[in-house]
C-alpha cells in the first residue's frame, strides 16, 4: 500500500513539475488590448470606424470581435488593408500594408479564441475628427443638394459656389464628402475666377447623343464618344466648357478609397484667391434606389501663417478620341496610349494616383531625369476602381525630367467586374466607359508659381 501511495506521489509530483515547466515555456496569450488593437489604429482605422468607408468599426473590442476570422483571411490574403504598390518599387509615407508579424498576430488572436485582454494594456484612442471626417475642418460648405433616380443615366452635372473666402487663403487640407457614398462615382473641384453671368447652385451638364446600351455616339462615325473640335471664342458660363474656363482644371476630388488632400506634411499649402469660385462635379450612378438631395460637402483647414511651400494638385490624361483609345472586346491586356509629361521646373514629387474604370487592370510611373537615367517610382500591378488610393512619396524632379504613365485594361471575360466582355470600349464619363487619368501633387518653393508654370506644354486637365 505504501509503495503504490508513493507511485501516485511521484507521478502526481511528476505532472506538477511537467505543467510548470510547460507553464513557463508557453507563448504569451495574443489579445486585442496589447496586441491586436495598436494594429488597427495604425492601418485600419482610418477606414474602419463610423462614416468612412468600411462597413464595420474598429474601434472597440465589442465591434471588431465578430469580425475575427474574417479579419485573419482578409490580411492572410492582402486584401486588407488595400495597397496596390508593388512592394519593390518606390518608397511610399503612407504605405499601410501589414508587415508579416502584423498578419501572424491577427491569424493567432482569431485562431486562440480573439481574447480581449488586461484593458490596461490598451493605447489611449485616437481622437479621429468627429461626424465622419478625416480632416478636423475650419470651414465647411455645401454644395446644392440633387435627386438620383432609381435607374437610368444621370450625365455628369457640374454646380458653381461662392467661394468663402473673402482675402486670398491659404488652405492646408481639403476633404470632399458625399452625403451619399452608394450612389457617388466620384466628385471633384476647380477652382477658378468669378464670371459674371454665371448662375451659383444651378445644375450644369453637357447632354449626349447614346445609344441603346449608353453609350456616347461618335458623331463622326456613329458609334462611340466625342468628336473634340476647336472651340469657337469663350464658351458661354453657364455651360460645362464654361464652368472650367480659367481654371486649372481638377484640383481636388472624393474617390473611392482616396483619402483627405493634406498638405501639411510638407509644410505647403493650397493658394485660393479672393474672388474665386468653386465649381464641384457630382457623378452619381442610380444603383436601383433613389437618393432625395444627395450632396457634396468640401471641408478645409486654414493655414495660420503663410506655408513655406506651395501644393499644385496636378492631372492628366492619355489621348481620349476613338480612333487611339479603343479597348477591343475580350482582350486580356491592352495597352492604352501613354500620358507623357516634361518638368519646366525643379519640383517636388509628393504624391502619385492611378484613376481608371472597372476595366482598369494595371498603371505605372516611371521618370527619365535629364542624364537619362530611368526610375520607376509607382507600379500598380492590380488595380481596384473600389480602392483608388492616393500613394504618398516624396521625390527631388529636376528642371527637364520626363514622367511616363503605362496603363493596361482587361475586358475579357475573366474581369468580374467587366459589364460587358463583347463590346469595344471607349474613353468616356460613365462607369461602363473607361478612362486612363493619372494624378500627381507638386511642392514647389516659388509660391508664385501655378499648374501652368510647371510643365512644358498643356499637359495638365
Not at 141 to 159: F, N
Not at 377 to 395: C, E, G, H, M, R
Given at each position: 500500500m505504501r509503495t503504490k501511495v508513493l507511485i501516485v506521489g511521484l507521478t502526481l509530483g511528476t505532472l506538477a513539475l511537467a505543467a510548470d515547466t510547460s507553464s513557463a515555456g508557453a507563448t504569451p496569450a495574443v489579445t486585442f488590448n496589447k496586441d491586436v488593437l495598436p494594429i488597427l489604429q495604425r492601418n485600419c482605422q482610418g477606414c474602419h470606424r463610423p462614416g468612412q468607408i468600411a462597413p464595420m468599426s474598429f474601434l472597440t473590442y465589442e465591434s471588431t470581435r465578430p469580425w475575427a476570422k474574417a479579419m485573419k483571411a482578409a490580411v492572410a490574403s492582402k486584401k486588407m488593408p488595400p495597397w496596390g504598390a508593388d512592394p519593390k518599387i518606390g518608397h511610399f509615407t503612407n504605405d499601410r500594408s501589414l508587415k508579416q508579424g502584423d498578419v501572424d498576430i491577427i491569424a493567432k488572436w482569431a485562431d486562440t479564441g480573439a481574447a480581449l485582454g488586461d484593458p490596461k494594456d490598451a493605447p489611449a484612442p485616437i481622437d479621429w475628427p468627429p461626424d465622419g471626417w478625416q480632416i478636423k475642418p475650419?470651414?465647411?460648405?455645401?454644395?446644392?443638394?440633387?435627386?438620383?433616380?432609381?435607374?437610368?443615366?444621370?450625365?455628369?452635372?457640374?454646380?458653381?459656389?461662392?467661394?468663402?473666402?473673402?482675402?486670398?487663403?491659404?488652405?492646408?487640407?481639403?476633404?470632399?464628402?458625399?452625403?451619399?457614398?452608394?450612389v457617388t462615382h466620384h466628385s471633384c473641384l476647380a477652382l477658378g475666377p468669378h464670371k459674371p453671368g454665371m448662375d451659383y447652385n444651378q445644375p450644369i451638364w453637357q447632354d449626349k447623343q447614346r445609344d441603346a446600351n449608353g453609350d456616347e455616339i461618335d458623331q463622326r462615325k456613329g458609334v462611340g464618344g466625342t468628336t473634340g473640335g476647336a472651340p469657337q471664342g469663350p464658351p458661354p458660363v453657364n455651360t460645362v466648357g464654361g464652368v472650367l474656363a480659367g481654371t486649372n482644371g481638377i484640383e481636388e476630388c472624393y474617390e473611392p478609397g482616396r483619402a483627405a488632400a493634406d498638405f501639411r506634411p510638407y509644410n505647403a499649402a493650397k493658394?485660393?484667391?479672393?474672388?474665386?469660385?468653386?465649381?464641384?462635379?457630382?457623378?452619381?450612378?442610380?444603383?436601383?434606389?433613389?437618393?432625395?438631395?444627395?450632396?457634396?460637402?468640401?471641408?478645409?483647414?486654414?493655414?495660420?501663417?503663410?506655408?513655406?511651400?506651395?501644393?499644385?494638385?496636378?492631372?492628366?490624361?492619355?489621348?481620349?478620341?476613338?480612333?487611339?483609345?479603343?479597348?477591343?472586346?475580350?482582350?486580356?491586356?491592352?495597352?492604352?496610349?501613354?500620358?507623357?509629361?516634361?518638368?519646366?521646373?525643379?519640383?517636388?514629387?509628393?504624391?502619385?494616383?492611378?484613376?481608371?474604370?472597372?476595366?482598369?487592370?494595371?498603371?505605372?510611373?516611371?521618370?527619365?531625369?535629364?542624364?537619362?537615367?530611368?526610375?520607376?517610382?509607382?507600379?500598380?500591378?492590380?488595380?481596384?476602381?473600389?480602392?483608388?488610393?492616393?500613394?504618398?512619396?516624396?521625390?527631388?524632379?529636376?528642371?527637364?525630367?520626363?514622367?511616363?504613365?503605362?496603363?493596361?485594361?482587361?475586358n475579357s471575360p475573366n474581369n468580374k467586374y467587366n459589364p460587358n466582355p463583347n463590346k469595344t470600349v471607349y474613353y468616356g464619363d460613365m462607369t461602363w466607359d473607361e478612362m486612363m487619368f493619372p494624378s500627381y501633387g507638386l511642392v514647389v518653393e516659388d509660391k508664385t508659381l501655378d499648374q501652368k508654370m510647371v510643365l512644358k506644354g498643356r499637359t495638365y486637365f
Open positions: 475650419d470651414v465647411i460648405v455645401q454644395g446644392p443638394r440633387l435627386d438620383v433616380p432609381a435607374a437610368g443615366l444621370v450625365e455628369w452635372t457640374w454646380v458653381v459656389i461662392p467661394s468663402p473666402f473673402k482675402e486670398d487663403t491659404w488652405i492646408t487640407s481639403v476633404e470632399l464628402r458625399p452625403s451619399n457614398p452608394t493658394l485660393i484667391r479672393a474672388g474665386t469660385d468653386i465649381a464641384i462635379n457630382y457623378h452619381f450612378t442610380p444603383n436601383g434606389t433613389a437618393v432625395k438631395g444627395a450632396n457634396i460637402a468640401i471641408g478645409f483647414t486654414v493655414a495660420k501663417e503663410p506655408p513655406k511651400y506651395r501644393y499644385l494638385a496636378m492631372s492628366a490624361s492619355a489621348p481620349q478620341d476613338h480612333d487611339r483609345f479603343a479597348i477591343p472586346a475580350n482582350d486580356p491586356n491592352w495597352e492604352s496610349p501613354s500620358v507623357d509629361v516634361e518638368f519646366a521646373r525643379d519640383v517636388d514629387l509628393v504624391g502619385l494616383m492611378p484613376h481608371m474604370h472597372v476595366r482598369g487592370k494595371q498603371m505605372s510611373f516611371e521618370l527619365t531625369y535629364p542624364d537619362g537615367r530611368k526610375e520607376m517610382i509607382l507600379d500598380v500591378p492590380k488595380y481596384d476602381f473600389n480602392w483608388q488610393i492616393w500613394y504618398d512619396t516624396a521625390i527631388k524632379v529636376p528642371k527637364g525630367t520626363k514622367m511616363h504613365v503605362v496603363a493596361h485594361f482587361d
